[in-house]
């Protein structure tokens, strides 16, 4: 039986039917004329020995068998057929059925888990038996099935070490990937992208198109990337053609639809009303009924379609692909639109010397503008008695502190944002003898977009605040350069085995943008469409700025790997970098890296140890580096945005916006990693256990300076420091394998403890031992978390509240003790209230497949961390003047309600501990028989974040990473776009 579990696209129901249904009656009434005869034959193992349990499968049917205790079988087959004959641990087999064929007797290759296939690396390739660092690689038939945003949601629970969160259900948002925590202070934790050897994005390339996916997770994996590879390193492997391959075509369709998750438990207009009746405060009821979030959400239909052509002759592999995705969101005027094309094609110029590969990705995208998530809020806090529009049909508005129509939010602004990027790439290859291959590569990436809105005069912006209608639009541009020269020497002699891989690396990056506002307009028939008709200008309220940058990367970089009787592994790499964004004093860095395996279940004294099928022991030791994310920031930079009125008119003023540092670099992180890998009892049982520890050192932060000597008040400097360890683990199971019934189990774990070790260094300091990060908004206006040295990131910093009094007022605990009001506490009062980062994350996937049906269940959780509740927090009080929880009325702490204005107390800190069925797939797939065009047809159901298991109050305890810092995790948003469960309707057809 073959499965074929590959990205599928969706199409109307009733044509999923109607196809469905003319291909099983084709189906039937092609079989029922042919006539069969009985095949006979045994089946055993490397040594001769008969294999029970083989299963035999005529391909695309359910007809088959196991061979019994003496690997003997009998099956019904006819000429032309093709038998699979497959069994853990051994190589599967094909083999056609030819008239007169009654006997068929096969010896089976063992397959050792796999270890001859090949891993993706960086700048090559390297044999899974080989492998000497921390490498998780994903195939396609692994990842996440159903309406996906990019290639990072694909790997959701897959692996050890990787938290991939999907904390919103804007289809505007991609994922957050975090690889083995945090390790700076303000460069970002996102892993390196590379797409067929080119840096690029998660969604650069449409999902249908991509075959691996392989994750370098350790410092020596990573060191050979140099300044980029701190957070890891993802390499995308997108499908390709092959020489001598028949051409094939395959079309993937979806439609899918979304529901919130969760909805927020706001008062509707019957309680409303009842307390309004009943003399609350705050509460009046105005005569309607209106749903506001009914009012601004609609039920979302999103489709994808992609269809691709791959194939090959004797000198030419080609692949060529389109895919249009339409990713509807769940609030009105909330869409992404994509388009992607891609090229590939390898010509063969002179045979087994010198050939050419050239190839193209284009991806365009539309997207409207809207304040979405300050709508929601709107929506939320709203009186469900007002109406929507007054008598005159103008819409209804209340005079009061940050409340205003969500309807007429999004009906009365206008606006989108239009991208392409694009890609142009080329690889010539030379091997001028079998063991050496030179690779030159050129590619040129472009991205332009233009984002523009515009508030019409209906808007509240001009009826309430007479701005006259205002307009904004701007376009960025930016273009990367690169060129590769790489060769790879490979040579076996005895025993020996060795690779060397040297090359250099030139990338060249640009990115201008400009930006123009203005306010007062004759009309808002222009939109943004004539931003000069505005008036703002000589007021000084008008807005243009521009700009542009460039920087400079180069490296040299080297590696070699050996290898001893396939027994004893070494590998060592080299990659010195420099790059413009450097100060003149550190314009070059050096980036090593040493690995060493053994394999342990290749010695002798492993020969009667049946049941263990590959043993390794590894261990490995890298540098890697964080690149300052902006440049220039080494230099003097002088600010000419800054006006003063003088004399009647607006001028422009000059002062200094940073301090020169000569001695600024990169970020590096020192990281050990020791790892086992097994397989049991013919890979039934396999998997992997690595021990980490990180040292970030050298970390980029603002430090105050005297001025003078110092021209600006801040320095970015290179001078803290924080340390990572964690162990991560993965067992792959094999509990069922029948004849009809296949059961794959994989469970991964993964525990991480950060610590921040130091501020200072290099004569930069703060005048005290941490760091605030966080912001709670209005009107609370505190801050959320702070990291003290020798502490790990992530802390919630604020009044522990332990009780209220008898007037309902917050009562918090001081550090020495005592009890106090929480109006009167003092700053020195606070401590930690918890962590807003998981101890512990973990993934259980499986995998059934019965005959012609599979079924793939996808399971995670985070465990060991707390997330602050701000709709708690801010709607959870009686006290407020606008639409509230539900449970704002209920006994706090079992006394009385509460009376305290909006504060931050722990009392809205909850445990954030979740286990999700994240993911849960049923497909079918059927061949038709003797059908020249269509091979096989594919039809599945898909829901994602199904359930949640969680004690968190909130909508959903996943929830971003950051919120506008990577040192603020836990902080669930009042107004965040709402997560979403998906479902979906899928078929994937082969020809």
């Known amino acids: 039986m073959e499965s074929i579990i590959k990205k599928c696209s969706y199409y109307e129901r009733k044509v999923i039917r109607k196809i469905v249904a003319v291909l099983i009656f084709s189906l039937a009434l092609s079989q029922a004329g042919f006539s069969q005869s009985e095949i006979r034959g045994t089946v055993t193992d490397e040594n001769g020995d008969a294999m029970a349990g083989v299963t035999i499968f005529v391909k695309g049917t359910s007809n088959g068998t196991i061979t019994d205790s003496e690997g003997i079988f009998a099956l019904q087959a006819e000429a032309g057929d093709i038998l699979q004959i497959s069994f853990i641990g051994y190589l599967s087999e094909e083999v056609e059925v030819t008239a007169g064929m009654s006997v068929l007797d096969l010896a089976m290759a063992p397959d050792l888990v796999g270890l001859d296939e090949v891993v993706v690396i960086g700048y090559g390739t390297q044999r899974k038996s080989d492998v000497t660092s921390a490498i998780t690689s994903v195939s396609s038939d692994e990842f996440v099935t159903g309406q996906v945003k990019d290639a990072g949601q694909l790997l959701q629970g897959k692996v050890a070490g990787l938290a991939v969160h999907n904390p919103s259900g804007n289809p505007l948002d991609g994922v957050q990937i975090m690889l083995r925590g945090i390790s700076s202070l303000q460069s970002g934790y996102s892993p390196m992208v590379i797409v ?72 509707g207009v019957e309680d ?78 002179w045979k087994d010397i010198l050939s050419v590969n050239i190839g193209t990705y284009t991806s365009r995208n539309t997207s409207p503008v809207a304040d979405i998530n300050w709508a929601y809020r709107q929506a939320m806090i709203h009186n469900p008695t007002e109406p929507l529009t007054n008598e ?10 940050q409340y205003e129509n969500p309807v007429a939010l999004l009906e009365e ?57 205002q307009a904004q639009k701007s ?100 990659r010195r970098e420099g790059s413009s964004k450097f100060g003149e004093n550190y314009q070059w860095g050096n980036f090593p890296s040493i690995q060493a395996g053994w394999r342990i279940s290749q010695e002798s004294f492993m020969e009667n140890i049946d049941f263990v099928t590959d043993l390794k022991l590894r261990a490995g030791y890298g540098v890697t580096g964080i690149i300052p994310s902006n440049p220039y920031q080494s230099l003097t930079l002088l600010n000419y ?46 998997g992997t256990v690595d021990y980490y520890i990180r040292r970030s050192e050298d970390l980029l932060y603002n430090y105050p300076v005297s001025v003078p000597p110092y021209l600006y008040s801040s320095i970015l400097a290179n ?32 525990s991480n403890k950060n610590k921040l070790v130091a501020l200072q260094g290099y004569g930069f300091e703060l005048d005290y031992d941490y760091l605030d990060a966080g912001y709670t908004g209005d009107p609370i206006q505190q801050g959320t978390h702070r990291v003290y040295v020798g502490e790990q990131i992530g802390n919630f910093w604020g009044y522990q509240s332990v009780d209220i009094d008898d007037r309902g007022r917050f009562l918090v605990l001081t550090p020495e003790g005592d009890t106090v009001r929480y109006t009167s506490a003092a700053p020195e009062d606070k401590m930690v209230l918890g962590n807003g980062i998981p101890k512990f994350y973990a993934g259980w996937n499986n995998t059934v497949r019965f005959m012609d049906f599979d079924l793939s269940v996808g399971i995670r959780g985070a465990f060991g961390f707390q997330i602050l509740n701000f709709q708690r927090m801010f709607y959870e009080n009686p006290t407020i003047s606008y639409n509230m929880l539900e449970t704002a009325h209920h006994l706090v702490y079992g006394k009385d309600t509460l009376s305290s204005p909006q504060s931050y107390v722990s009392y809205y800190i909850e445990d954030g501990d979740y286990v999700k069925i994240d993911n849960v797939t ?34 959903d305890p996943e929830v971003s990473l950051e919120d506008g810092s990577i040192l603020a995790p836990g902080n669930d948003n009042r107004d965040k776009y709402p997560t979403t469960r998906t479902f979906t309707v899928g078929l994937n057809v082969k020809f």
């Open 475 to 574: 376009a960025d541009a930016s273009e990367n350069k690169l060129l590769e020269l790489t060769g790879d020497y490979s040579k076996s002699f005895g025993a020996h085995r060795i690779s060397i891989v040297g090359g250099y690396s030139y990338e060249y990056n640009t990115w201008e943008t400009f930006w123009a506002y203005n306010k007062y307009f004759p009309t808002d028939a222009y939109l943004y469409n004539n931003l000069g008709s505005g008036t703002a200008l000589p007021d000084g309220a008008a807005d243009m700025s521009s700009n542009k940058n460039m920087s400079l990367l180069i490296g040299f970089f080297g590696r070699i790997n050996y290898s001893y009787d396939g027994k004893y592994l070494l590998t060592a790499s080299m």
């Open 196 to 267: 067929d050897g080119i840096p690029g994005s998660l969604d650069m390339v449409a999902v249908e198109d991509i075959e691996t996916i392989d994750i370098l997770k350790d410092g020596s994996a990573a060191a050979i990337y140099g300044t980029r590879g701190t957070n890891g390193v993802i390499i995308i492997t997108t499908k390709k053609g092959t020489k001598n391959m028949e051409m094939s075509a395959e079309y993937n369709a979806y439609v899918s639809t979304q529901r919130m998750y969760e909805t927020a438990p706001f008062y």
């Open 922 to 955: 049923l497909g079918y797939t059927f061949t038709p028989k003797n059908t020249e065009n269509m091979k096989s047809l594919r039809v599945y159901v898909s829901t994602q974040n199904l359930y949640t298991f969680t004690n968190y109050t909130g909508m």
């Open 641 to 686: 945005s800054s006006y003063i009125y003088y004399n009647g008119e607006w001028v422009p003023t000059i002062v200094p916006g940073s301090n020169p540092n000569p001695d600024l670099r990169w970020e590096k992180k020192k990281e050990t990693n020791i790892g086992l890998d097994f397989a049991f009892l013919r890979g039934r049982v396999s």
């Open 719 to 750: 001078a803290a420091s924080m340390e990572n360890k964690g162990i991560e683990a993965l067992l792959t199971l094999v509990p069922v394998q029948t004849k009809n019934l296949t059961w794959t189990s994989a469970i991964n774990f993964s």
């Open 392 to 401: 005159d049909g103008s819409w209804y508005e209340v005079d009061k502190f």
């Open 272 to 349: 409303y009303r009842r307390l309004a009746a009943a003399g609350v405060d705050n509460f009046s009821d105005l005569g309607y009924a209106t749903d506001w979030l009914d009012a601004i959400t609609h039920n979302p239909f999103s489709q994808m379609h992609s269809l691709s052509i791959q194939g090959g002759s004797k000198k030419t592999a080609y692949v060529a692909s389109v895919n249009y995705t339409k990713a509807d969101g769940i609030f009105n005027n909330s869409y992404l639109e994509t388009f992607k094309t891609r090229v590939d094609v390898t010509q063969e110029i």
């Open 413 to 469: 602004t206008f606006g989108g944002t239009k991208g392409l990027h694009s890609r142009v790439y080329g690889n010539v290859t030379l091997t001028p003898i079998r063991e050496l291959k030179i690779n030159l590569l050129l590619s040129r990436q472009i991205y332009n977009q233009v984002w523009a809105r515009a508030e019409t005069f209906n808007h509240i912006s001009n009826t309430r605040d007479g701005q006259g209608g």
